[in-house]
């Protein structure tokens, strides 16, 4: 666990460069200062309120033929975490990248390619940023009917 990091998958991404991480390696921190969702988006949160992770993904060769299948992976993972949890009649995915409760945003995955990147058997490896809210009790304004796990 780390304190705060300007973005798990920043850091993923150095861990990765540097030779001390790769396929399967997370980091989880308790703030973020810069993280980031979708197309430059900002994700905010508040210090040591929710679930700020960051998995490297190595990609199969469906990964690479269809970038749509790890994007799948991830958000059906974090689907079966947030149901068990908030039970699976109000919880769904909108596809790719979200969590919702109801109608209302409770998280999000950002992946990204780790470019120059090769695991030990060259292939090619991910970022899977994860961000789920927990405690949340500020929620941005900027987010269409946020939620978080405690609401």
Known sequence: MLASV????????????EGLA??????????QTQGR?????????????????????????????????LSAKAA????DFFKDWAGPDM???????DLYWQDRKAGGILIE????SAGP??????D??????INLNILDQKVRNPVSLKQ
Not at 113 to 116: A, D, E, F, R, T
Request: aromatic fraction near 8%; proline fraction near 5%; include cysteine.
């Open 76 to 79: 059906l993972g974090c689907y």
């Open 91 to 97: 919880t769904r995915i909108k596809w790719p990248n």
């Open 121 to 126: 058997d060259k292939s090619l490896l991910f």
């Open 37 to 69: 969702g979708q197309r430059g988006k900002t994700w905010l949160t508040t210090p040591g309120e929710n679930i700020l992770l960051t998995i490297i993904m190595r990609a199969e060769p469906m990964d690479v033929i269809n970038p749509f299948v």
């Open 113 to 116: 390619s780790i470019s120059g």
């Open 22 to 31: 790769t396929h399967g390696s997370a980091f989880m921190t308790l703030e």
């Open 6 to 17: 300007d973005s798990t998958n920043n850091y993923a991404t150095a861990q990765v460069r």
């Open 128 to 133: 899977v940023g994860i961000g789920i809210n």
